[in-house]
């Protein structure tokens, strides 16, 4: 049983040391990858003794037709969107914020923060106090969509509360706040 695995395992041998040949004398013959798949759907066509397969057909369409491709340049890729550059929009600001406008934003005033094990939590009851980092009378915070756009304090204004902006952080700073 040895003796016919190493026969198996010589004959796989031969068969790789000879398409490694004929790969050597393909590269050494400056063939194209064009031509060696033409070369190899020529002799899959006289294997198959003239009953040449439609998928085998649609491959050799393909390679030709890709053949004629690389030749010529490359299209450019279809432009969807207009570019948002000052070119593109005439060197004005685009004047289509109509379109965001109506588009729903959460905006939460920020009293104070703290961190509570959950054992003290779970102890909460009605009545019971906690306490936050802010101090009374510091600004509280404006958050639009979690992201702090302002400053301002309380105000009572027909029995609700309200906030009078004291503060308006500018996009700049917003900005060097998300990079931290």
Request: with cysteine; hydrophobic share 40%.
């Amino acid at each position: 049983m040895a003796e016919g695995e190493n026969n198996d395992q010589q004959g796989s041998s031969d068969d790789w040391a000879a398409a490694m040949a004929e790969q050597a004398s393909a590269d050494a013959g400056g063939a194209s990858a064009a031509d060696d798949w033409a070369a190899a759907m020529a002799e899959q066509a006289e294997t198959d003794g003239g009953k040449g397969s439609s998928d085998t057909d649609d491959w050799a369409a393909a390679m030709a037709e890709q053949a004629v491709v690389d030749g010529q340049p490359k299209p450019e890729p279809a432009r969807i969107f207009e570019p948002l550059t000052p070119e593109a929009t005439g060197g004005a600001a685009p004047t289509n914020l109509d379109l965001i406008l109506d588009i729903p934003v959460n905006l939460t005033v920020e009293l104070g923060r703290t961190k509570i094990a959950i054992r003290n939590l779970l102890q909460l009851a009605q009545g019971s106090v906690v306490e936050l980092d802010g101090l009374a009378g510091e600004p509280m915070n404006v958050l639009v969509n979690g992201c702090l756009i302002a400053q301002g304090e309380v105000v009572v204004v027909n029995d609700k509360f309200g906030i009078r902006l004291t503060d308006i952080i500018s996009p700049s700073e917003r900005i060097r706040k998300l990079n931290r």
